[in-house]
């Protein structure tokens, strides 16, 4: 059975930041790219950053220089680490794995978290 389950959510200011985890489990990890969503309100959902199997990694443009990506093999977990937060930032933020086609695509993901809140206030 695969489960993705997410953690690091909460209550920041603008300015601060938050580290989201990502556990996987009943994939074989180190072989799987790992995707990061989000979802803010009466919006759809919005790719954010993507890291691969091999490491390499992909932002959406809104926001390069402030979220980074990154995975342990070890732990069979990924990571996104958010800085300078800024009050747009709020949604769920969900990770995925096992993509079909397009990173860009939230239907292209066979997998999810069940979602972590995210909010910044000014």
């Known amino acids: 059975q695969v489960q993705l389950v997410e953690s690091g959510g909460g209550l920041v200011q603008a300015g601060d930041s938050l580290r989201l985890s990502c556990v996987v489990s009943?994939?074989?990890?180190?072989?799987?790219?790992v995707g990061w969503f989000r979802q803010a309100p009466g919006k759809g959902r919005e790719f954010v950053a993507l890291?691969?199997?091999?490491?390499?990694?992909y932002y959406a443009d809104s926001v390069k220089g402030r979220l980074t990506v990154s995975r342990d093999n070890a732990r069979n977990t990924a990571y996104l680490q958010m800085n300078i937060l800024r009050p747009e930032d709020t949604a769920v933020y969900y990770c995925?794995?096992?993509?079909?086609?397009?990173?860009?695509?939230?239907?292209?993901?066979?997998?999810w978290g069940q979602g972590a809140q995210v909010t910044v206030s000014s």
């Open positions: 009943g994939l074989t990890f180190s072989t799987k790219s």
């Open positions: 890291i691969g199997y091999s490491g390499s990694t």
């Open positions: 995925a794995s096992q993509l079909r086609g397009s990173m860009y695509d939230s239907a292209q993901w066979r997998y």
